[in-house]
Structure formats: C-alpha cells, structure tokens
C-alpha cells in the first residue's frame, strides 16, 4: 500500500466520521427541537378555552414559525451569490422596520409595555407562544441548512441558480 493510498482511505475514514458526527446533531436536534414544539404546542392547549382559542394560538405559532424559517434561511446562505442577495434583501427589510413600521407600531409597544398588558397570562403565552416557535423554526432551519448531508453546494459551483 502507497502513501498516497493510505492517505485517501484515512480521508475517507475522517469523511465518514463527520457524516456520523453531522447525523447525529441532527438526530439529536431535530429530536429536541421537535419535543419543544410539542411542549409548546401542549401548553397552548391546556390553556386554550375551546377549539377555537387553541387555532387562534396556533396560528400564532405558526406565524413565529414562517418568520423563524425564513431568519434561518436568512441566517444561513448556501453560496456567496445568495450571501449578497440576501443582504441586499436584509437591507430592504431592515429599511422597512426601522422606518415605517416602527412609527406605526409606536402605541402597540406602549400599550405592550404597560403593566396590565404584562400580567395578562393569555397575552404572556402567546407572547412567549410566537417567540418560541421563531427560534424553534430558526434552529431547524438553520441546522439542517449547515449540517445536512449533500445539502452544501459542491466547492466549483457558486450558484444553485446555475
């Protein structure tokens, strides 16, 4: 056996082993992701007064989810293309939040912060409802998006597009 020969089948083994290691933060995410979601999912219906306040709580919670996967992919670009569309979009989005939507939210975030709007369990769980499902969605995306198998561009393409 040549040196070069055992040079590639010490790469393979190393290239096996961080395919089992990424397969098992993966496992291991997706199940600690999934059993909070069902926790999640569980408390709004304890606290739910009917059928109809439990789809309003969901549908809370699937809103935190839409926004937490689309930060994940934000977070997290396959290519240096999509890295600069995507801050180009950033920018956009932050121009829009920090200008218009901010100014008519004003009196939404004082009346969010008043005291008696605090106390209000049902706000409060809805509040930590939405939270909690952005960053359980962020996590999920983002996870599978670095740690997938064959998920990564290969190092000679730049763009999915393409």
Do not use: H
Not at 51 to 78: E, H, K, N
Not at 87 to 104: I, N, P
Not at 129 to 147: A, C, D, P
């Amino acid at each position: 056996m040549t040196d070069g020969d055992m040079t590639e089948k010490m790469d393979g083994v190393m290239n096996e082993r961080m395919n089992l290691w990424a397969d098992l933060k993966l496992r291991t995410s997706t199940i600690v992701l999934s059993a909070l979601l069902v926790t999640l999912l569980a408390c709004n219906y304890l606290f739910s007064d009917g059928l109809r306040d439990f789809a309003i709580r969901v549908t809370f919670i699937v809103f935190g989810a839409c926004l937490g996967w689309v930060l994940g992919i934000f977070a997290s670009p396959y290519s240096q293309v999509e890295a600069q569309r995507f801050s180009a979009l950033s920018t956009a989005a932050g121009t829009f939040v920090s200008g218009y939507l901010l100014a008519k939210a004003d009196k939404l975030f004082t009346e969010m912060l008043s005291p008696t709007f605090l106390v209000n369990v049902e706000v409060g769980l809805r509040v930590i409802s939405v939270f909690s499902s952005i960053v359980i969605f962020f996590l999920f995306t983002f996870i599978f998006r670095n740690y997938a198998p064959n998920t990564r561009l290969p190092s000679n393409v730049t763009d999915r597009s393409g």
